[in-house]
């Protein structure tokens, strides 16, 4: 889980922290994409004289296909996380905060947990690339009989060209001569 009780640390004094460490099971993200890893790292709690800032780091991995040879790997995926958590009750009064000022700032629970779930979830669908490869140097699929080129194997001769494109050949012919 990636929700954490701070109440203890709201009562310290300012500039007080807590280092956590964490470990959580994948989440349940969008249809199409899976974590393959669970999510560890570390934060830091910092008692502010509003709330509390969340630094640290966060890794997990995500399944995606190679948009090259359509082969699946594992891509890691890098979180940081630099953010200010405000209570949505007043520590002194007991009253309910006025969050209206500041909408998008994260938002501690009203039993003073910090919930980091929505965050993680953000980052990981963001780190989704929108063309994965499995390596800068991917060669992707032979065009002629569709299997991958890193398989070796591959020569093909020009009676394999497709008689649809048997223009082209002319076209290149010329080219070639000129």
Do not use: K, W
Request: net charge negative; aromatic share 2%; hydrophobic share 35%.
């Amino acid at each position: 889980m990636l929700v954490f009780n701070v109440a203890g640390l709201l009562g310290e004094p300012m500039g007080s922290f807590r280092d956590i460490s964490v470990s959580s099971p994948p989440l349940d993200l969008e249809p199409d994409l899976t974590q393959s890893r669970d999510v560890e790292g570390d934060l830091r709690l910092t008692r502010t004289n509003r709330g509390l800032l969340v630094r640290g780091r966060l890794q997990t991995a995500i399944e995606v296909t190679c948009s090259r040879c359509l082969r699946e790997f594992e891509l890691p995926v890098d979180i940081e996380i630099d953010e200010e958590a405000l209570p949505v009750i007043d520590l002194v009064s007991g009253q309910p905060a006025e969050i209206e000022a500041e909408p998008d700032v994260l938002r501690l629970t009203d039993h003073h947990e910090l919930d980091l779930e929505g965050e993680v979830r953000d980052a990981v669908v963001l780190a989704e690339p929108i063309a994965p490869v499995c390596r800068d140097d991917c060669p992707g699929l032979c065009l002629v009989c569709g299997q991958e080129l890193a398989s070796g194997g591959h020569d093909h001769s020009d009676d394999d060209i497709d008689p649809r494109l048997e223009a082209l050949r002319g076209i290149l012919d010329e080219e070639g001569r000129g």
